[in-house]
């Protein structure tokens, strides 16, 4: 099954947090490119993300983060 445009922009968006501490979330700004505003939208929306512009990823947002960058490792 390929990938949509959208699920790109939000793996890799999930693939910036720093997985090192709870404590470090990420803030995007409103001059940020549209595609990377929107993904950070649809994984507030999907309850990843603590704030419509990026803050700090909930458990399953960590869950989430944790199993995209496994993979980004796994495939370089």
Do not use: N, W
Request: hydrophobic content about 40%; proline content about 1%.
């Amino acid at each position: 099954m390929p990938l949509s445009s959208d699920q790109v922009s939000e793996l890799e968006l999930l693939c910036r947090f720093d997985l090192t501490s709870t404590h470090i979330g990420i803030k995007i700004h409103s001059s940020a490119d549209s595609d990377v505003i929107a993904a950070t939208e649809r994984l507030f929306q999907r309850g990843m993300l603590t704030q419509g512009d990026g803050g700090y990823l909930t458990d399953l947002g960590q869950d989430a983060a944790k199993h995209a960058q496994a993979l980004l490792l796994m495939l370089t």
